[in-house]
């Protein structure tokens, strides 16, 4: 009796601080399927497709994998085995543009969607290199409130600038513990009400002395594209981005509500087709340059992909990319369980992995798989 009465009072205590019922009802850990349980904006591709080259033969890839599984068991396997040990949905290589492996798993196609979650984040600070190229933006070293002057009255905000946000460097509190009931991360991801979450934040950390990664600095980038374009996120991403890249399929980006206060989850929840994620890395791979059209400037694609450590920014991450091996001069979108849109310049390189529920894979571990994959082509 005594513990039935126990397990009430946290189950009170768990619902009252939490501001959506959504992470009791579903789980606080998302997966590739809770995207579902949102509305969603819709961005339409373009009637013009760019498709990758099918290859004319099949390639030998990847059969001397030297893996250490989750036990530290150091193994050889194939490729085609590796995709299946960690719970993979999309596995895809390009080289040049031709399609070199596909392989996807548990239900999923090419024309499956796949829900991104922090690999999606370059994809908001593309769009804020974007609005600097078009000059809606005029410098990383604008404030923030030059943009959103209801933070004009918050301690502190007056000294965070557009280049903190991109850097997570901003100091804002934000508490991420891999999403247990009670940290903003949870809030975020299963919130009803992100207008009034952002807002509600206070200043941690004096800006440019910390890196401390944080959802609420992608969602303020999104506040300021909502103001400088005068409309959504999503019509951004479709104008300047989807439809110039030849997508094949249209997206749809996740919301907070369905209702005309609803703003997108920027911090994850793009659902796209593996394909089209992989025609993003190509811009990149490209230096922004598409098919003769420059959709972001080469200048904001080499600093968003080279180490950058002053102010405090991570050298190994800049603008939302993860740098690789200074050697190798890869860079990569990196999300939950070993998403990846991962790029190798010197030899045109793309590998797009997507997965679920495998929380025990880390950058480093993905870092050496890629490069054995890379060594073996």
């Known amino acids: 009796m005594k513990n039935k009465f126990l397990f009430f009072i946290i189950s009170i205590i768990i619902l009252s601080s939490c501001s959506s019922l959504r992470p009791i009802r579903y789980g606080a850990i998302p997966t590739q399927k809770s995207y579902k349980r949102f509305p969603s904006r819709a961005v339409k591709n373009s009637d013009t497709i760019f498709n990758f ?8 890839l990847g059969k001397k994998i030297g893996l250490i599984n989750k036990d530290f068991n150091a193994t050889n396997v194939s490729l085609d085995s590796f995709v299946k040990l960690h719970k993979t949905v999309s596995f895809m290589i390009i080289r040049k543009d031709t399609i070199l492996y596909e392989n996807y798993q548990r239900n999923y196609s090419d024309t499956t969607k796949v829900s991104s979650f922090s690999v999606v984040k370059p994809i908001l600070s593309t769009l804020i290199g974007i609005a600097i190229d078009e000059g809606k933006i005029k410098s990383v070293e604008d404030y923030l409130v030059d943009y959103l002057p209801e933070f004009k009255n918050k301690v502190g905000f007056n000294k965070i600038k557009v280049r903190h946000l991109l850097h997570h460097t901003s100091g804002i509190a934000f508490s991420d513990n891999k999403f247990d009931l009670f940290s903003d991360n949870v809030e975020f991801y299963w919130g009803e009400n992100l207008r009034d979450r952002i807002l509600n934040v206070e200043i941690e950390y004096a800006p ?41 399929a249209p997206a749809e980006w996740s919301l907070d509500r369905d209702d005309e206060k609803g703003i997108e989850k920027v911090f994850c929840c793009l659902q796209a087709t593996t394909k089209d994620f992989a025609k993003f890395a190509r811009l990149y791979l490209n230096d922004g340059n598409w098919k003769g059209e420059q959709i972001v400037s080469k200048e904001w694609v080499k600093k968003s992909t080279s180490p950058h450590p002053t102010g405090n920014n991570k050298h190994f991450y800049h603008n939302n990319w993860g740098i690789g091996p200074l ?8 999300g939950l369980y070993g998403q990846y849109l991962y790029v190798y310049p010197e030899e045109e390189i793309i590998i797009v992995r997507f997965g679920d529920k495998s929380t025990y894979l880390h950058t480093g571990y993905w870092n050496q798989i890629f490069l054995q994959i890379i060594d073996q082509l």
């Not at 080259?53 to 030998?60: D, F, L, N, R, V």
Request: charged letters at 25%; proline letters at 2%; aromatic letters at 14%.
């Open 53 to 60: 080259i099918k290859p004319s033969k099949e390639y030998g």
């Open 327 to 334: 050697k190798y001069g890869s860079f990569f979108a990196i």
């Open 208 to 248: 440019g002395k910390v890196f401390k990664y944080s959802s609420e600095n992608t969602m303020l980038l999104a506040l300021i594209i909502e103001k400088i374009t005068n409309n959504s996120v999503s019509n951004y991403l479709q104008e300047r981005i989807w439809k110039k890249l030849g997508m094949e």
